[in-house]
């Protein structure tokens, strides 16, 4: 079972591997032309933002405990 502090270090790296990679994915819609590609890129830039408040809700459960 893992502890607070580990689960708070997990839920820290996926914010952190989840906030940088969407400038990613922002830089590439900007510097391409494929209108389909363009369209795939904002949806998973979109699924990024889910991502990153889903790991901003499990530190706010972890803190309650």
Known sequence: MYSKEALSDIFQRILEFEQDIKPIYEDCIENIDDEHIINIL???CKEEEV???????????????
Do not use: G, S
């Not at 991502?51 to 803190?63: G, P, R």
């Open 42 to 44: 904002q949806e998973i």
């Open 51 to 65: 991502h990153i408040e889903l790991a901003k809700e499990l530190f706010k459960i972890i803190d309650k405990d």
